[in-house]
């Protein structure tokens, strides 16, 4: 599958250099009036196409740093540049389709809707983009089929195991066929089996559209899969290697 998408206004960092680019990125909470820094002036630049796995301890602002990448938080301090733009400078509409159409975004917890079916679950970011019915009900129910639930289409979420959960939140990221995917732990509660599906279906995902990822994980085996592993030392982002 060729993917031959560019804007924002077709991009060009000196052809089509960095697809993300984090610059001096600060963030810290105040907790019972004394402040917390998490992230410390770090810097990052992701290729299009690059796989980075973001390990390490609990605390250390594995979900902190990937919210601020889906633009779900807002750093104190730095730059958030996507195909050369500055994420920061775009007005709530071209926010709004910054995560929508270029962002997958899976969740530490997974927020599905839990009286809706796994289909309906997996089809709302395509109701939300305005895309008829008839189009979006196949191509969810393409992606359930491919994460392995495809005797599960219309289970309410709430009658669903965790493992399941977890691979509809994944469904429901991809649906769109995002150029990004930021996922927060996606198997951290599947077994060795279904982690492999996901794992494949990630590496097949990265090689057919070079859909890019940035996949926070304790998984050993799922970050190995990825070009980069990362962790976050002293509030910087650290490559392993
Ligand atoms: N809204 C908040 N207010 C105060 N402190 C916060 C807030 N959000 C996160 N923190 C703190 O920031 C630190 C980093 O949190 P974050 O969720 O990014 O960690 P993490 O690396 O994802 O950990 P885990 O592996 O446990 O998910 C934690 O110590 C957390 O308690
Ligand atoms: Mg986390």
């Known amino acids: 599958m060729a993917d031959i998408r560019k ?3 077709q991009w060009n960092e000196s052809v089509d250099g960095p697809l993300i680019r984090l610059e001096g990125i600060s963030k810290g909470f105040e907790y019972n009036s004394s402040p917390i820094v998490i992230l410390d002036d770090a810097s990052l630049t992701i290729k299009r196409g690059e796989s980075i796995a973001v390990v390490g301890e609990s605390g250390i602002g594995k979900s902190t740093l990937l919210h601020i990448l889906g633009a779900l938080d807002k750093p104190d301090k730095g730059n958030f540049f996507f195909k050369g733009k500055n994420v920061f400078d ?3 509409k071209q926010l709004a389709g910054f995560r929508n159409h270029s962002i997958g975004f899976v969740f530490q917890f997974h927020y599905l809707l839990a009286e809706f079916t796994s289909l309906e679950n997996v089809m709302i970011p395509g109701m939300i983009a305005g895309i008829s019915k008839g189009v979006i009900k196949p191509q969810a129910e ?3 089929v491919r994460v392995g639930l495809k005797n599960r289409l219309s289970h309410r979420v709430n009658d ?6 977890q691979r509809v939140a994944l469904a429901r990221a991809l649906v769109m066929k995002p150029e990004i995917l930021l996922a927060d732990e996606p198997t951290g509660n599947l077994d060795s089996k279904n982690s492999q599906q996901v ?3 990630l590496t097949e995902l990265n090689r057919e559209m070079q859909m890019t990822m940035v996949i926070v994980t304790h998984n050993g085996k799922l970050a190995s899969y990825m070009q980069k592993q990362m962790t976050i030392h ?3 982002l650290v490559d392993m290697g």
């Open 7 to 9: 804007t924002p206004e």
């Open 90 to 92: 775009m007005d709530t």
């Open 142 to 144: 393409e992606i359930l």
């Open 160 to 165: 669903l195991s965790g493992g399941e959960q």
């Open 199 to 201: 794992h494949d279906f």
């Open 234 to 236: 002293d509030g910087k």
